[in-house]
């Protein structure tokens, strides 16, 4: 199955011919580092396009989803469009309770989005609220905290109920600070209250062959192991760069077999 369309086609595509370039020039003029969040969202161009791109519908508490989905997704744009298309052989072997990383290094782009299979992953924003399909998860990974020594700094965020007839998608974001030499600690067993990792939440599901990431350790675990993947296992990786179909994307990709 190709690679579907991704959020930055549906809400953020549009923003390439005029606002990122926009953004992009005033940073250069004002001497701010776009690549980094807090410098990025107050330029006067990020302000404005923020505005567009949140929904009528949306909630005030979600603006800064947004704001953090516009910043992901202009660092995806900058740094090459990098999309990951992970099969559902792989999907499985990277939410296994227990992933072994042995002594690797933390190495991952610096922005990216990795697609997951189609309502195989499930994820909510709140305890409260109920599950939905996970798309993919948007991902910057790069030393731009102000702190040398705080390692890389990675933020992510997941893109929840993402459906090509609906105005907006559930935004659930995350970030930490990580060494890039102590990764595997955090990585090969994620925590979860009760039960075992990733395992399946919702009634039924189990039949379905769902999964569930319930807490931001399995969130963190789960990129933190396809980053690893991706290192190391280069021959698995296949570009695709002729797509076609009405749900696929347009964008050039990687399979992750």
Known sequence: MPARLTPYELILEPLEREDFPAIRAEGEQRGSDVHRRDQFLLLGH???????????SADPESLDEYGELLYEGYQFWAYGRRLYSFESSVTALLTEPEYELGDWIFAAPPASYLQFPYQKLWARVSADAPYEPLDGVFAVAANTEERADSGVHVRVQMVLGLRSDRPGVSLVSYRDDLDPAKVAARATRPWRA??????????????????????????????????????????????????????????PYVRVL
């Open 194 to 251: 009760e039960g075992v990792a990733y395992a399946n939440a919702i009634p039924g599901g189990e039949r379905m062959g769902y999964r569930t990431l319930a807490t931001t350790s399995e969130l963190e675990a789960l990129v933190i192991r396809a980053f690893h993947y991706l290192d190391t296992h280069p021959d698995r990786l296949e570009r695709v760069t002729d797509v076609a179909g009405e749900d696929a994307t347009r964008l």
């Open 46 to 56: 990020a302000g404005a396009t923020l505005d567009e791109i949140v929904p009528e």
